[in-house]
Structure formats: structure tokens, C-alpha cells
């Protein structure tokens, strides 16, 4: 993933538990480089090795990391870093999932080696809808719930989430029933 991910990890850690604790993450992660620049690809396994490191590190579950991470994403790396590219992903939280399955079409012009996920919505009702999220990767169903929940937060709009479909359980795609 882009250096931009392993950023983020690494603000998180240090923003909220300070840089020691990232130096020991760092340590036990096994990765030995310095300075991560955001828009160079590195390897998949190094930003697995490291979310693997802070559940050890800080005694949390990997499931935990990946949630706390999505909403990090959404809440301060997104909102900081990237606001005009969300504010224009919608004004609310409805038109922000319907737009989702396009969203990484614009972040593509920025990163263009980008790998990235798949959406698409169904069942839309008055206050739910279906988010399906197709993905090449594997074990990143949690950092979804994390997205999620980050964009209820952003738009003051708290959401209900339901797993209805599951790659673990045999299922081709995750599919998250998104109720508000
Ligand atoms: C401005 C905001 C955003 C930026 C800059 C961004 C950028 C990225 C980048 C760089 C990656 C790593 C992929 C790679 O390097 O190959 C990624 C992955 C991913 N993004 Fe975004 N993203 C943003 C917002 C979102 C939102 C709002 C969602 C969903 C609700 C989302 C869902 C994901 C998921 C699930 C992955 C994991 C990729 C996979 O499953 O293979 N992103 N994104």
C-alpha cells in the first residue's frame, strides 16, 4: 500500500500514545525503514506487520486496531488531509455511500499504482442501505466497520452495522447493512 497508509498508522500511534510507543511498535514490527513517503507503494505485508505489531504492542485485538484505524482514517487523515476530496464525495451520509463505489477513481489520479477496494450499494431503503465491498486484499473487513462508523461520525449521523455476508464464511464479497 501507498506510504500514505503507514503515515497514518504511525500518526495515530504517536498522536494518541506518544513516539516512544511508535519506536517500540516500530522495533517489534521487524521493518527497518526510517521515514515512510506517502506516495511510494511499499510491499502489503509491511503495513499488515505493523497494525500486527500495535495489537501486540497495546494488548488490543487485530479486529480492534483495524476499527480504531478506519475511523482515524476517516476522522483526521481524510477530514486533515484530503477535505476537499471528501466534501465533494457528498453532503450527507447517504450520498457520500452512494458516491463510494467512485470514490478511488479521483484518489487514483493522485496515486496511480493504487490497488483499490471495490463498493457497491444496493436495497436502498428510507434509512438503510447495503455497502458490498469487493477486494483483492484479505482481513480487512474490520477497517471497513472502522470506515464506516468514521463517516456516521463525520456527518453526525450514527450508524447501525450489520455483516451480512462474509468472505470467512464462504462468500465471495463483505456485504455491511448500513442502518441510520
Ligand atoms: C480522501 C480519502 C481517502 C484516500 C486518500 C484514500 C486512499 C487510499 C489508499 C492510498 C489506499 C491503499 C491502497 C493502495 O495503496 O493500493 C486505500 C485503501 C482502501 N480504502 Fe481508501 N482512501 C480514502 C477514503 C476511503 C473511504 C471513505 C473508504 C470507505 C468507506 C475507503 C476504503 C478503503 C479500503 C477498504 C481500502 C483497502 C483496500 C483493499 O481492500 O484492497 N477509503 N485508500
Redesign the pocket.
Known sequence: ??G??NKAIESLVTENFGAEKWIAIKALSGIDIDFFISNE?YD?DITYALAGAVSKEMNISISDVLITF?EY??LK??KE??GS??EA?GSNLRE??KN?PA??NR?ML??P?????E?KISNEEVNSLY?H?F???IG?KE??RG??Q??GKLYNTPVELELLNDRDNGDDHEIFKVTW
Open positions: 500500500m501507498y500514505i497508509v507503494p502489503d478506519g482514517w476517516v487523515t481524510g488531509k484530503y476530496l471528501m464525495g457520500f455511500l463510494l470514490f478511488h484518489i493522485m496515486y499504482k493504487l490497488t483499490p477496494p463498493f455497502v465491498y477486494s483483492k486484499r480487512l477497517f471497513v470506515l464506516l468514521g463517516l
